[in-house]
């Protein structure tokens, strides 16, 4: 392989990419690689997978549907992470002991003790 020319190919495919991150869809490759999967790399990184013929750049649909998945699958992972925190309030003893007197108060054990009685 000329090293020249594929340095320049590099530059060309590069300079032709806009944006700073762009959404590649893999070829399948002698190698092990799969076809169809789908990463949002830098604009060189992009430019390399493309000369090296192992990825194309993604359209403008596959590019929203992926930016829509990752989207999806932050918001859900954030939502979990929230879900498994510990929540803890700091009491005074003056509000514990009311908070206790009221819920003996309205217990069912209670009422059923003062309704016998």
Do not use: C, W
Request: no cysteine; glycine share 6%.
């Amino acid at each position: 392989m000329d090293l020249k020319a594929y340095y320049r190919k590099v530059r060309e495919i590069e300079a032709a990419i806009q944006e700073p991150y762009v959404v590649v869809v893999s070829h399948e490759t002698p190698d092990g690689g799969r076809a169809g999967a789908r990463s949002e790399v830098s604009r060189g990184l992009a430019a390399q997978l493309i000369a090296q013929g192992k990825a194309r750049l993604a359209s403008q649909p596959e590019t929203q549907a992926f930016r829509a998945e990752a989207d999806a699958a932050r918001v859900q992972m954030e939502e979990n992470q929230l879900q498994r925190r510990v929540q803890l309030a700091v009491v005074s003893d003056e509000s514990f002991r009311k908070l206790k007197e009221s819920t003996s108060k309205n217990s069912p054990d209670r009422q059923k003790s003062n309704s016998n009685g």
